[in-house]
């Protein structure tokens, strides 16, 4: 056999799949298994009818900027919601997922050897998207702060990337954080890319988008997730926010690696826009509070996690274990039956944590997974 | 404003999107245009209902292969009608779209300066996605056969790359043909990519897959189309079969590139299967029968097209016209409303040529135009 790439040869998968895998298949033997370990959170959504789309025009090809619809509405929501004005004719492109809008980015502003600033605990993706373009991801360890940023800047810095509000601690970034980046990108001359997916996963009034305070987009390129906020992960719908010249170079990646997102669920998305947010809004409300609870409980049994109060994630810690993270995950897997999904996934600063995500087990559940979690560092102290 | 990167950049927009863009601005302009130029066919398909598929499922993610039931049905499909057996379970990943399934390979194969070699006319992706991937285009000229092809292979080539039923000549490699550039895979030790999205629009009989002839695949590595086959380009449903280590690698960039095409479709694909070809075959029939009849009508007026009896694609010579292919699409345009795409879109060694889709007008349309692209051809020479 001829030989495969290095760069997808050395490739990781996420850890988190490798977990929803053994729990996948601890289910198929029958074992009741607790999963907090999923990357999304379940709402009661109708699915309304296909039939009144517009015919045949959901089976073609889309404009593949996304439909001009759904950027309008997007555009207006962003103004009124998040204070952030953008021309939805040249600043946005819709994608399938905003993971794709992501990598697409990367590719856009990097060429090889251009390093990119990203804090632990981050999303594997970051780093072997950054890989796969021949980047080099810069890992800031989890206890230093933005503040330590700008002695990771070097010549070969092209771009800063955070996420807020955060996915694994549910840390929302605030207005001085983000200035702060902003000061350092403008004065070094980079990038600062901002992966907004859980917005609407914050208390009101919590959440800054990076778009309300760099309304020229010179520096900052924007990502969102409509999969997310709807409840409809599985569907892939994103975008990237950013000036006209980013979007352009998105375009024409998009143009060669996927077209356009599924135009069908483009256009449900635009006839029901207000509709689902509508639906969808209580529930994250409501799931808001159930992290509010499973918080206190948390303060309650003596369980640290990461500061955060936004998304459905917790990064807890499990200091003083002795076991690492992924020795801890798979035994509290296949002896207690329950999933989480290792801290060393998320950066190798991250070792004394794990992933917990309380987004579809009820609370009851979940607090039953937490004194499980509290027993075993105890035990193996 | 911070750099962006020198390959997307450089990268090039598809000609036919260019044109298809220009038809768009002059139809909103209320002028009626005849568009041959679409990389699509339309089918009469009726839109089944949503409301059965499993819930809330299709709101998910799915297995990042695709949805099992769907990649069982593909398998047995393969099977039967191409002689084509694959594993479902690890030699085939469903990806959003052929397009990224073909992306995602090189991305999967190739190493900086590797070359792949590729005979023009050739679909323009091809060539940006392998510059993407850092990799080196080598386009053989219209001209020469895959007899010709050795003498580019060099210490750098990785792969071959052919396309049959092939865009935009329609026509269809011989077993005698790719044979000849297995042999040539395995003596080079590279691989032998055939992208199979077409495989349903030929004659009976006519079309030979890849898959059939290299069964271990261990130089081969097949992509196909559920969009093209099904007539529903814009759903983004495609896959790539090969071996389990080619798929492994592939399904890696694919977690971190998209996570799965849209869960809701893989489902209603799933569902509706047989009954959705049934619907479509007698349909690309007719479609290869209006090509045939079109055939003889370019034959009587004297137009010459490169060989091919397959797809609904013509690759029009416009010999002797003293034209450029892009200054005689834009006059075709502009002064007759009819588009065409320009043949240097698919190669510098064809800017003798234009692309005619017949797959969206009528047969009295498409002579319409054909009558419209001799004269012009006459009044230019």
Redesign the interface.
């Known amino acids: ?9 050395t ?4 850890m988190s ?1 490798k977990y929803n895998t053994m729990v996948y298949d601890l289910k198929r033997q029958g074992k009741n298994v607790l999963v907090l370990s999923l ?2 959170a ?1 709402f009661e ?1 109708p ?1 309304f009818s ?2 009144d789309l517009p ?8 404009h ?1 900027r996304g439909i001009p619809e759904l950027r309008t509405s997007l555009a207006k929501y962003f103004k009124e919601s998040y204070d952030f004005p953008f021309d939805p004719e040249q600043e946005i492109i819709i994608t ?2 905003s ?2 809008a992501i ?1 697409m980015t990367f ?6 050897g251009d390093e990119v600033i990203m804090q632990e605990p981050l999303w ?2 970051y780093p ?2 950054v890989k ?3 980047g080099v991801p810069v890992q800031v360890p989890y206890n230093e702060t933005v503040y330590d940023f700008e002695k990771y800047i070097t010549k070969k810095t ?2 800063i990337v955070v996420n807020s509000p955060h996915n694994p601690t549910g840390y929302v970034y605030t207005k001085k954080e983000l200035n702060h980046l902003l000061k350092l ?1 403008r004065k070094h ?3 600062l890319l901002c992966d907004e997916a859980y917005s609407d996963f914050a208390e009101a009034g919590e959440f800054v988008s990076l778009g309300s305070i760099d309304k020229k987009k ?2 900052s390129i924007i990502f969102n997730s409509i999969s997310k906020n709807y ?6 719908l994103g975008y990237v926010i950013s ?1 006209k ?2 979007i352009y ?2 375009l ?2 998009n ?11 483009e256009y449900y998305i635009a006839a029901h826009f207000l509709e689902i947010l509508k639906i969808t809004k209580p529930q994250i409300k409501q799931l808001l509070n159930k992290r509010m609870e499973i918080s206190n409980y948390m303060e309650k049994i003596g369980l640290q996690r990461l500061p955060g109060g936004a998304t459905f994630y917790f990064f807890v810690s499990i200091n003083p274990s002795k076991l690492t993270s992924e020795e801890f995950c798979t035994k509290l897997l296949q002896e207690r039956y329950i999933s989480a999904v290792p801290g060393l996934g998320y950066g190798k600063s991250c070792d004394k944590f794990i992933r917990v995500s309380v987004g579809t087990a009820t609370f009851e559940d979940n607090k039953r997974g937490l004194d499980n979690i509290k027993e075993l560092i105890d035990i193996t102290s």
């Not at 015919?55 to 889309?62: K, L, R, T, V």
């Not at 409840?231 to 892939?236: D, E, L, Q, T």
């Not at 143009?255 to 669920?265: E, R, V, Y």
Request: aromatic letters at 10%.
């Open positions: 056999m001829p030989t495969l790439s290095r760069v997808t040869t490739a990781e998968e996420a799949i990357g999304e379940f959504i699915l296909f039939k015919f045949p025009g959901i089976y073609h090809y889309s593949s399938a997922g993971k794709a990598h590719m856009s502003i990097l060429d090889p594997v993706s072997e998207q796969l373009c021949y092209k771009a990108a001359d980079i990038w010179e520096h409840g409809i992960s599985g569907w892939r000036n010249d980013v170079n998105v024409k990646a143009q060669h690696l996927i077209t356009c997102p599924a135009t069908i669920l």
